[in-house]
Every structure is written in C-alpha cells, then in structure tokens.
C-alpha cells in the first residue's frame, strides 16, 4: 500500500498544475482590470505597471454596464419564483410517488432539460415577437426561461426529497396534519438547504443564459449581463480591454464563491435525482 | 347553503388526501409550463422546416424537404457537421482524461484542499458568455499572453507570432481549448462524486485480496463509479454539442467558416440572415444526435437500477 506522504504528493502533483491552468485566466484577467489603458498593449508592462482602478469607474459611470446587472438581477429573481411555484410541489411529488409512472415522469421532465436553446429559439423567437408581443423586453426572457430552469430544478429537488424519510410526514399525518400541510410544514422546512441550492444554480443559469436572451433582445438598456458585455462593450476595432476585464470578474467572483458553498448539496441533489 | 359548501369544501379535501389526485394537482402545472415552453416550439421548429418561413412571418409555404436537401448540398453546412463532431470529441476527450486525474487526486485528504477546489470550480461558475470574452482578450493577436509566455520560453519569434483565432487549424484548436477549460470543473465535481460513493469497505477488500494501481482501478474503482461518471460525460457532450457561447464569442464560425459549427450557423441562416425555415432545419439536424443520448441514458439508467 501507499504510504500517506506518496498518497498526498500524488494529489499536490496532480491538482497543482490544473489548479493554475484552470485559474490561471481570472489572475489575468485580474492584471489587466487594473492597467491604465496606455499600457495595455505594452509587452514590457506584463507584471509592472501602476495600478489604477478607472476602468472600474469607466464601466459603472460611461457604459450600460450597472443597467445590465440590474436586468439580470431582476430577470434572474423573476425565473428564480416562478421555478419555485412550479418545480417544488412537482419535486416532492415525483420523489415520492412509487412506482413506474413516478420514475418514467421524472427521467422525461429531466430529459426535457436536455432540449437545448439552439433549437429552440428560431420557433420561440417568432412567438415571443408574434403572439406574445414582448420583442426587447426582459419580460420575454422571464417567460422563456422557466423552461429550462423547471425540469433543472425539479431534477434537483427530487434528489433532495429523496433523502427526507417517509416516517416523518406519516407521524405529521398521524398527529392530525393534512397532506399539504405536512408538506409546507414539515418536508419545505428540512429541506430549506436544498430548496436554497436550487435557488442558486436557477439564479446562475439565468445569469449565464447567452442564447435566448441575444435573440429576442436587441436595445442596449435591456441587455442581461451575459449579453450586453460582448455586444455594447466590444464596438467596431474599439476595445477597452481593462474594463471588459472588470466587467467580467464583478459577477464571477461572487457567483464562485455561493456555488463553492452550495457545490456538496448540488452533487447531492444532481447525482441522486431519478436515477436513484 | 353554508352546509353544502362545507360539504364540498371537505370532498374537496378529502380528495385532496388521495395520493393520486394529489399528485396531479403538484406535478401539472410543471407539466403544462414545458409542454408549453418546449413542446410546442419543438412543434414548430419541426414545422417551420419544412417551410420557407422568413423573419417577419411565422407561416411561410410548405416546401417539403426542400431545406434539408439544400443544407445537405451545402459545402458549408457539411464541414459544420464535421466541425461540431470535433469540436465536442477532442474537447470531451480532454475533459475526462483531466478530469478522472483531478478526481482521483481531489478524494485524499491533503492541506489546502479547499483552496484548490475552489480555484478548479471558476471556470464552471463564472458566466461563458463573460469569461469567453476573456479569451478573446488572452487570444489578441498583438497582446496575446500565452504568446508572451511562449516567446519568453523561446518556442515561438516575434517574427512568426500564432495568430490564435486568425488561422483554421489555431482557431479550432483554441476554441476547443476553452471548452475544455470551461467543461473540466463540472466533471470534476460529479466524478469526484462517484469516486467518494465507493465505501471504504470495498476498497480495503480490494487491497487485501492484493489488487493495487492501475488493475485495482481498472478492476474495482472504475466499474463502481461509472454509473454518475457516464451522467456527467453524457451531460458534457450534449452541452458542448448543442452549445453556441464559445464559437460564437470567439470566432463567430471564422475564418472562413472554419470553426462553423451547427448551432453557430442555425444562428447565421435563421436570425442573421432571416431564413428561419432553413436555420430551423439546420438546428434539427442535432436531434438524432440528441435522440441518441437520451437512448443511451435510458438504457443506462434502468441498468443503474438493476444493480
């Protein structure tokens, strides 16, 4: 057998490395944020020049950029409510229903998931201009996007109801308690760090949304974030690389650090969902 | 009357309390939202293929199988075919091979494992759209840092600088790079979840019996963490397969259409260029592709349960 020092110099040898080529662009990305302009492109001012933090104000005083956050914000606590009416009393009630009608419904809803906005959005794109009237509203991407973020979330709150053991919900209903009311007293409440999970890889796949949302948007001030930075900030042959630096790094960051919070509980949800 | 209500109101509940009335009270509204948001345009995007349909028009006239023949005869949209096959199997390739060593490295205990886990994760967390601008950033053909690194290592001149996204073979090859990087993290994690799933018990027996290395992993480790790996491999090609950021952002199907892939180009025909009937075609010729995951997936996870 390995001995333990083999064992850990093995996994530093392996993560090492990655760790930096996987991270690596963030620091870059980092660097460049904080160059003034006139250096950007200056091969001897890699690593040494004077940091300046006015591509920061340039981003929130001169472009849409602020504007953009705020759409995807308000989009994002849109899609994140109407996900959550829909996807948690279908959730429970596929986690629970035994049988082969539960599983089958529950793999197709997940299988749903796998339909993807590239073939989507040429028929959707007609619709939301045509029947529903919303081109160029945010209000068009707050319908859309349930249709991914619900057969997402349900996948997830399966694997968590799952967990939950039956025996509690039958001593709420031997006590007296309807079937609802153990479900919004007792189930909801235990699984409150699954339910938060769901609220944020809903959130983020709303942040990180491309397709749709270049397609049926087209006026700068209701672009999302994901869209709004590479249309508006790269004009023509003017790019301003510093900003776009920082404009990148202000949602990742934050978005990194709930995801690493959550990422146990959403490998717990994600592995144990039908196929458990 | 207030007794009639009261009667009513508890049949209603008393019909509430049966598991199956109940059941379908909780999962149709979700059932109703997808049919809605991705039946019916799934419908349509069927319908519209076979239709001349432009932008402006959702009706346009029947014309058969008229699109597909075009985009079949179309040098183009072969090469996207072609295109999209590499794209998705040298970057997955890359994403397992990387991500089963990161995994297997990430399940020992070690100091500043934290640390390392949450530098792997930022590539998946932080928004493609956003960090694949990034790239074109670190791709720039004057600027370029990897060309930097490169020429402070003496493997390239000033003289003769890649020009990452300028040249086909560079282009490709970059834009399957930041695939990779962006996929390998999601990987990762999930493999990392089959490979602590195997309980200590069945690895210790293992070793008793005197299977170590790589016949212990072949032997042992490998069939028993298959069953989540395979989710995540399976997750990893629809979504690159079916995905449009990276080659979009970066090259937009350039130079000279040489990083086109399906989706890329669905988008050109269809929005770009307003000939949706033949853009809905393009992007339907993903659905065999996609028929053939979901086949995979069943079968596999009814043999999931068996075992």
């Known amino acids: 057998m390995p001995s333990p020092w083999r064992h850990k110099l093995f996994a530093y040898a392996v993560t090492i490395p990655f760790a930096v080529l996987l991270g690596f662009p963030f620091v870059w990305m980092a660097v460049t944020s904080l160059k003034p302009e006139y250096q950007v492109y200056d091969p001897t001012k890699v690593w040494s020049f004077h940091p300046t933090l006015a591509s920061y104000g340039f981003l929130f005083h001169h472009t849409g950029y602020l504007r953009w956050l705020r759409n995807s914000c308000l989009v994002g606590l849109a899609v994140v409510v109407i996900t959550l009416v829909v996807a948690l009393p279908a959730g429970y009630a596929l986690a629970r229903l035994a049988g082969r009608v539960g599983r089958t419904l529950g793999v197709a809803i997940f299988l749903t998931y796998l339909v993807p906005p590239t073939l989507l959005f040429l028929p959707l794109s007609r619709v939301v201009a045509q029947y529903l009237h919303l081109s160029d509203r945010l209000w068009a991407l707050i319908v859309v996007y349930p249709s991914f973020t619900i057969p997402f979330a349900i996948w997830l709150l399966m694997g968590f109801f799952k967990t939950i053991p039956q025996e509690l919900e039958d001593a709420a209903l031997i006590d007296g308690c309807s079937r609802l009311g153990a479900l919004v007293r007792i189930v909801f409440p235990i699984s409150l760090p699954g339910i938060l999970t769901v609220v944020i890889f809903t959130f983020s796949l709303v942040v990180n949304e491309f397709v749709y949302a270049i397609t049926f948007i087209s006026s700068s001030t209701n672009r999302t974030v994901a869209v709004g930075v590479p249309t508006d900030l790269i004009r023509g042959d003017l790019f301003n690389w510093p900003g776009i630096m920082a404009a990148i790094l202000i949602p990742s960051i934050p978005l990194a650090l709930v995801y690493n919070a959550f990422l146990n509980r959403f490998i717990a949800g994600f592995t144990g969902g039908a196929f458990r | ?307």
Do not use: C
């Open chain 2, 1 to 307: 009357m207030r007794v009639e209500t009261g009667v009513r109101r508890s049949r209603y509940r008393y019909a509430l309390e049966r598991q199956g009335v109940l059941a379908t009270v909780l999962i149709s509204p979700a059932v109703l939202f997808i049919g809605a948001l991705v039946g019916v345009p799934l419908v349509l995007a069927v319908y519209l293929s076979f239709t001349d349909a432009t932008a402006g028009s959702l009706s346009g006239n029947w014309v058969g199988l008229a699109n597909f023949r075009s985009a079949l005869h179309d040098q183009v949209f072969r090469d996207a075919l072609w295109h999209t096959f590499l794209f998705t199997a040298i970057s997955q390739a890359v994403v397992i091979v990387v991500a089963g060593l990161l995994a297997h490295a990430l399940v020992r205990s070690f100091r500043g494992r934290w640390l390392i886990r949450f530098v792997i994760l930022l590539p998946w967390a932080a928004p493609i759209a956003l960090t694949a601008i990034g790239f074109l950033w670190f791709y720039d053909p004057q600027a370029s840092i990897f060309t930097w690194f490169l020429e402070h290592l003496h493997i390239t001149s000033p003289q003769n600088r890649p020009n990452w996204l300028g040249t086909p073979h560079a282009a490709m090859s970059s834009i399957i790079t930041v695939q990779a990087w962006r996929t390998i993290p999601f990987a990762t994690v999930i493999f990392l979840a089959g490979v602590s799933s195997i309980p200590q018990e069945v690895d210790d027996a293992a070793a008793m019996d005197g299977a170590t290395g790589l016949r212990k992993f072949w032997h042992v480790s490998l069939p028993l963490q298959l069953p989540i790996a395979l989710v995540a491999v399976l997750f990893g090609i629809v979504f690159t397969a079916t995905d449009m950021v990276v080659p979009y952002i970066l090259t937009n199907g350039g130079p000279f259409n040489s990083t086109q892939v399906l989706t890329t180009w669905a988008f050109q025909t269809g929005i770009n260029a307003g000939n949706i009937g033949e853009g809905a075609a393009i992007a339907l010729f993903m659905l065999p592709f996609l028929a053939a995951v979901v086949v995979g997936m069943l079968v596999f996870a009814r043999r999931a349960e068996v075992t």
